[in-house]
Every structure is written in C-alpha cells, then in structure tokens.
C-alpha cells in the first residue's frame, strides 16, 4: 500500500482539529479541500452533516456528497439544494417518507420528487454520480402494479431525470422487478446493484444497450432464471467470473470474449472464449450472427496472433479448425472489417508461409486461395478494398514463393493465381507494389508445366497485365521491365492468330509499345530494344492498315532507325539471346 500523500495527511489533521473544535472552520475551501475535509468530518461524526447549513460559505465550492452514515431529514436535506453536485451518495432516509411519499404507496418515498426538490437545476444537470444506501425504503414496492403503471414507472423516470449519470448505485432494492429505462442513461459507465433480485427474467435488457457501462457489480445478489451472460470486452477477472456462476444455478451460456477470462474454463457452462479453437469458432458464430462486429474484430486478431506465434503447440485438428473458421467468416461475416481480418491472416500469419501448412493442407489450398480472393472482390467499400489489395497480393506471393523443383501445384491453381494477379493490376486504377506483381508472375512462370505454359500463351488477361506491368516498370526499373518483356516475347512467339487479333483490337497494347519505343530509343538497353521491336513484327501480321501506319512511320520510324544503327539488320526470323 502506498503511503499517504501530504494532502492527505493535511486533510486528516484539518477534519480532526475542526472536528475536536481545535481548529475553527473561519475560512473557506477550494472545490478538492472542500470534498475531502467534509468526507473525513463525516467519518468522525455524521452529525457534521448540519455543517451544509451552518457553514454553507465555507463549503460553497462542494461538489461530491458521501451521506450513508447519515440520517437525513427534510431540513437537512434541502441544505443540497446551495450546492453544485456531481455526486451524491444518500444515506437512512426512513424520516423523509412522510415528506416525499409516492403517490401509489405513501409508504414509500418518491424519490424522483425528493431529487427534483433538493436539488438545483445545476445539479439536476451536472450530476454523474447517484446511490442509494437504504434503498429499500425508495423502492420497495414501486413496481407492485408494474403492468397498470408502466408510463409512471418510478425507476424509468429516474433514468429519464438524470440522463447524465456515470455511476448509479441501487443496491438492496427488493422490490425493483426490471430496469426498463436504464437504457436512457446513455453515459453510464457504472452499475451497482447488489442483492437486487428483478422478478421479470427480461429486466436486464436494456443493459445491452448501454454502450458506455464498464463497471457492472452484480455481487451477493440472484437472478435466479438467468442462463446466458455476456460480459464481452469488461474488466471481468477470473475469480469473480466462477463466483458468479456458481451463485447462478440456471446459467448455461457466458460469452467472455476479449477479457481477463481469455484462458478460463469451466465445465458447468458453455464459456466462449479464447480458450481453444473450438471455443474461437463459438465465439466468431456468436459475433456474426448477433452482429457483434466489434467481438468479430477481437476474434479475428486473436486467432491471427495465436497462427502467427504459437502455432508449434497446435494439433492437426486444432490446425484444421482454425482453417475452416477462418473459411467461415470469409463465406458469412457481413462486417468488412472482419472479412479483412480474415483475409490479413492468410497473408500475415507466419503460419501460412510454412512448410507444415502447405504439405498437410496441401488439398484445401486452391479453395482457400479462390475465396479470398473473391471475398476480396466483392468488398464494398473502395478504402477497405484498397488495403486488403495488398493482403491477397501477399498471399498469392507466398504461393509461388513455396514452389521448388519437383512441387508443381495444382495446375487450376498456378494458373488461377496468374489471372488473378494480372486482373488486379489491369482493374486498379492505382498499382502499387510493381516488383510484388513482377515476382509473383516470374516466378510463377518458372515453375510451370509445359501445359500450363501452353495455355499462358493464350491467356490475354495475363497478357494484358503483363503489357500494363512492363509500361509501368519502363519509367523506374529497366531491370525488371527487361524481365517481363523478356517473358511476354516468349508468350507471343506461341500465341494463336486469335490472341494476337484480340490483343491489338483495343490498340492499347501497340500503343503502348510505341511509347516505349520512343523512350527506350535513348537508352542503351539492346535487350528490352529487340523485345519491343520484335513484338512489333509479330504483331505487323494483324495489325490493320492505319495501326501499321501509325506504327512504321514519323518519329516511330526515326526511333527505329537509331535502334537500327546500334544493332545488326533485323529480320523476321529474329531471335532472343
């Protein structure tokens, strides 16, 4: 325990003098002082209360009341009414009923009256702490005739009064049989309700939509026909979870996703959390289907971060489990956010790119990599897209990076995989990560079968990606853009009449092999010079008349002629070296 501060020990000392009559209270108090010196004139006597009267001027700046240990009468209590308050506790108010009664028991205190009465409209306003020690006396009773007085329910007008509450304490109220209203108090952030037993099984709904509540303290108390809990995202400790479920027999269900309850298990119960992948894939169930977004979100980095350090100490099955919830939230979450969660796994987690991964889900590959990337093309929104683009590049990059001599994939995944990255890079407009694309489509190349290669001399969307990725690396790598156009003369030297006609309908592609023969001209690069010159004879054979126009004459024709005084005549018969 630390030791007390010099302002606590000058408050202790000041409250005993004044309280001893050693020290008078002649002067006044700043609003820190002020709360603490008449806290400890309480603790010695609860008489000091009248003090709010007697020295009103001294205390002016007060604006925090702890009254448990008082008995308050009317006089003394409309003393609250000089005062700013931010927080009140109340204390025994047996001697106020007669002064305040509720209108449908005179036994009881209408206490939504009593605060209306004693407190000004600064307070009424201002005031974010609110409890209640003898709560009994303020509500038991009011709900007796709970169905015939709904409108007029006393503890929903509470709520309605004080909108601006942070901490509410109704602890020992009886006769309290739901919280309808609670919801009203948007800013709550504390609930005490101990030994508070509410009769109607759905009283406690409306917590769920208290969005700011941490704190709720159930302790000592009963709800005797509760069996599901979610205390997701609070500050919920281990020890009160079992007490808690073993005072509440009926209990069936605690989700406790995202809490110091992370590790826990206990057999009497369903707990979801993160505990194993099992309890991962009821936790993700449960966030989806309720559209917990926020809970899906915490699922999916949880078990990114498990995939990505701790998956040595997982089994086959545990492995296998988290592949199809992963699986599942790219088929079923509706949350973006989520679904990018899902798909950063794949790319991100260490566990993706090891040798373990792609020998025992060597099957389920192809069907993974086709889902996420079609997860990722149906995004909606063009931000998240834009960053999970990054995420399905990476993934595929870690495919073809796992191919070595003799472990040819699946031919319908190279190729699916060859498509898709040419796709992406021919359809945003916006291509970032050139060398990324050039990697994945070299090396994917390398490692292909000879039908594979076949059917890549035809295919003209890798094609066309490959055009679009060499006219792009031509301005700031001639390295790479040599590599690439090194690949595509080797496609075209195979390509059917019909690709070649299809390739130069659009015209995009000759023009672009005109401009980079216009920039390529001043540069002594002779390899990726020949590639652009061949591309062309290859394409003279279907270009139409105003294309070869275009293409042989004005400063094209001026371009190839100073390519032509650096190299030998070229003829059609031309070879790559």
């Given at each position: ?14 409250a005993q003098g004044i309280h001893e009559g050693k020290i008078p209270f002649d002067f006044n108090l700043d ?192 709800i005797e026909n509760l069996e599901f809990l979610d205390c997701s995202m609070t500050y919920v400790q281990e ?18 996703i995202s809490t110091a309850c992370d590790n826990l298990s206990i057999p009497t119960i369903d707990l979801l ?305």
């Amino acid at each position: 325990m630390s030791p007390p501060t010099l302002f606590q020990l000058a408050v202790k000392s000041l409250a005993q003098g004044i309280h001893e009559g050693k020290i008078p209270f002649d002067f006044n108090l700043d609003t820190k002082s002020s709360n603490a010196v008449f806290r400890e004139l309480l603790k010695w006597d609860p008489k000091h209360f009248e003090k709010l009267k007697t020295h009103r001027n001294q205390l002016s700046k007060l604006t925090e009341l702890d009254l448990r240990k008082c008995e308050i009468d009317k006089e003394g209590v409309l003393n609250l009414k000089n005062f700013k308050l931010h927080s009140l506790e109340f204390g025994i108010l047996y001697r106020l009923k007669t002064k305040f009664p509720h209108a449908m028991n005179p036994n009881r205190i209408d206490i939504v009256c009593l605060l209306e009465t004693v407190l000004n409209i600064n307070s009424q306003k201002m005031i974010v702490h609110l409890g209640f020690h003898d709560m009994e006396e303020c509500m038991n009773g009011w709900e007796e005739n709970y169905k015939e007085f709904n409108e007029q329910c006393h503890f929903s007008k509470l709520c309605n009064s004080f909108p601006n509450l942070r901490i509410l304490d109704i602890s020992y109220a009886n006769g309290l049989s739901t919280l309808k209203g609670i919801k009203n108090i948007k800013s709550l952030q504390k609930l005490v309700m101990r030994d508070v037993r509410l009769d109607d099984r759905d009283g406690y709904k409306e917590l769920s939509e208290l969005k700011n509540l941490r704190v709720l303290d159930v302790s000592s108390g009963r709800i005797e026909n509760l069996e599901f809990l979610d205390c997701s995202m609070t500050y919920v400790q281990e020890h009160e979870l079992r007490e808690f479920v073993e005072h509440h027999k009926a209990l069936k269900t605690v989700v406790a996703i995202s809490t110091a309850c992370d590790n826990l298990s206990i057999p009497t119960i369903d707990l979801l959390n993160f505990v194993s992948p099992t309890s991962f894939g009821k936790c993700l169930k449960y966030a989806i289907t309720n559209e917990r977004d926020n809970l899906a979100v915490k699922c999916m980095k949880g078990i990114s971060a498990t995939l990505n350090t701790n998956y040595e100490q997982l089994n086959e099955s545990e492995i296998s489990e988290f592949l199809k919830i992963l699986c599942y939230v790219l088929r079923e979450a509706k949350d973006e956010e989520t679904k990018h969660e899902a798909i950063s796994c794949f790319a991100s987690s260490d566990f993706f790119g090891t040798e373990r991964f792609f020998s025992s889900c060597s099957l389920e590959i192809p069907g993974i990599v086709e889902l996420v990337f079609k997860t990722w093309d149906n995004l909606k929104r063009p931000n998240r897209k834009f960053v999970a683009h990054r995420c399905v590049v990476s993934l595929f990059q870690r495919i073809v990076n796992f191919l070595r001599f003799g472990r040819i994939l699946q031919n319908g995944l190279l190729s699916f995989i060859m498509d898709k990255t040419s796709s992406m890079y021919i359809t945003e407009t916006f291509t970032p990560y050139g060398d990324l694309y050039k990697d994945i489509l070299m090396r994917a190349n390398r490692f292909m079968s000879v039908d594979q290669y076949a059917a890549m001399c035809n295919n003209t969307t890798v094609i066309e990606g490959l055009f679009k990725l060499s006219h792009n690396l031509i301005q700031w790598n001639l390295s790479s853009h040599q590599q690439i156009m090194k690949l595509i003369v080797s496609y075209m030297n195979q390509a059917s009449e019909d690709t070649l006609k299809f390739l130069v309908s659009n015209g995009q592609i000759v023009e672009n092999c005109i401009e980079q023969i216009m920039m390529i001209s001043q540069f002594p690069t002779k390899d990726s010079q020949n590639h652009l010159l061949h591309l062309l004879l290859v394409f003279s054979s279907v270009m139409s008349d105003e294309q070869l126009k275009k293409c042989y004459g004005g400063e094209t024709v001026f371009s190839l002629l100073l390519i032509q005084h650096v190299e030998k005549p070229m003829s059609t018969n031309f070879q790559i070296n």
